[in-house]
């Protein structure tokens, strides 16, 4: 059984940072790619930033230079270090985990963001 678990949210100002973390109950060597996606309120589920088993990462345009997707192998930690934020970026940010095909969710964390 595949778990994660997103910790982290909260309330920041405008310019501000905040770092999410999620935690895989499995390797992350078992995780071919790992993603954080944000849905606001109203809006659809959008892909924020993707990180491959090998490494490589990939950034939806709205972040890109301001966050950053990384990992602690020996932890089986992920995170999303969110830089500059704006209240646009208010939302649930939710973690996945793609292994062979199949996804896996956490409940999500929330991030507000005040102007």
């Known amino acids: 059984q595949v778990r994660l678990v997103e910790s982290g949210g909260g309330l920041v100002q405008a310019g501000g940072s905040r770092r999410l973390s999620c935690a895989a109950s499995i390797s992350i060597f078992s995780i071919n790619a790992i993603r954080w996606h944000r849905q606001a309120p109203g809006k659809q589920r959008e892909l924020v930033a993707a990180?491959?088993?090998?490494?490589?990462?990939t950034y939806v345009d709205s972040v890109k230079g301001r966050f950053t997707i990384s990992r602690d192998v020996a932890t089986n930690m992920v995170y999303l270090q969110m830089n500059s934020l704006k209240p646009e970026d208010t939302a649930v940010y939710y973690c996945d985990a793609e292994i062979f095909d199949e996804h896996y969710w956490g409940q999500g964390t929330q991030v507000t963001v005040s102007s």
């Open positions: 990180l491959t088993k090998g490494g490589s990462t």
